[in-house]
């Protein structure tokens, strides 16, 4: 559906399909993965890393519509700490952590009607990997990751932006690392979303939006050059496809539909002190927000 801002049904639209390019551009973090992830530090070890986040788009597609270019924008900037522990239950890896995203939606435009902007803190995020497999010999990891996004964030009733979502979501993922060889690393990761109903999206409790389950595919191929092993480069690929919403019933022409090629570089500055950067770009996207850049830096302490 084509979404045409003056018209009641496209400002209607607008409101869910923001929702939507919201879940993709920022608590998406909490579910994509660096490239190395699903190799578990030894048990007892805990690590801080603060991620910030900066993201532009420049164009708005819904399902079954025409792409909207012309004085539509959408920035963002999200910061995020997370906090991680490993430990061992009953010979078993699992590392329970917490996310607290908090950041700005701002410059946002869809065809020249103004999106406003807010900020204000995220819904927390509760996730505990399970390493099924855990052979350092082979170099070869398997592991399932739930994450509960709780909805606390902030959240204004009737804004097209917010930060919080105002439901409960849950992904399940799951992830293998194999070794290629003593300097190569390929990982892929699957999830599965499912959605919680949010039955104010109008306000005086009018407004159902109810969404679809996302599916994303993740590869990454990483390299550690053998004349300096503080250093990893990777190549990644991330696929995002489902999540249609519905407000009252009827399709928003928000989903969750979006191919992304991503590059990473990583260093460890001291044995427990590593730099991370990482650059996406949607290559296509329908039912939200295209992004033509996220960029990413994201320290990390190992306590």
Known sequence: ???????????????????????????????????????????????????????????????????????????????????????????????????????????????????????????????????????????????????????????????PLNLGENRWKFDLQAGLAQGLSPDALLQITGDVMWYGSNNDALGRGIGRLEQDNTYQLQTWLSYIPPSDKTWRVAVGYSKYWGGQQRLNGAPTGAATQADQIRFELSKFVTPDFQILGQIQHDIAATGGFREDLRATIRLLKIL
């Open 1 to 159: 559906m084509s979404l045409v801002p003056g018209h009641k049904r496209g400002w209607m639209s607008i409101l869910a399909a923001c929702a939507v390019a919201l879940g993709l551009a920022e608590p998406a973090m909490a579910v994509d993965v660096n490239s190395a992830d699903y190799v578990p530090a030894p048990a007892g070890t805990s690590i801080a890393a603060f991620y910030t986040t900066y993201a532009t788009r420049g164009s708005y597609k819904g399902v079954g519509g025409s792409e909207i270019t012309q004085d539509t924008n959408l920035e963002s900037f999200v910061a995020m700490p997370r906090l991680i522990h490993y430990m061992d239950v009953g010979g078993i890896t699992v590392a329970p952590q917490v996310l607290t995203p908090f950041g700005t939606l701002f410059n946002g435009k869809l065809g020249g009607a103004s999106l406003k902007s807010t900020g204000g803190a995220a819904d927390v995020i509760l996730a505990a990997p399970i390493w099924f497999g855990n052979n350092a010999q082979s170099a070869s990891y398997f592991a399932v990751t739930p994450y509960l996004f709780v909805p606390v964030g902030s959240y204004k009733i009737g804004d």
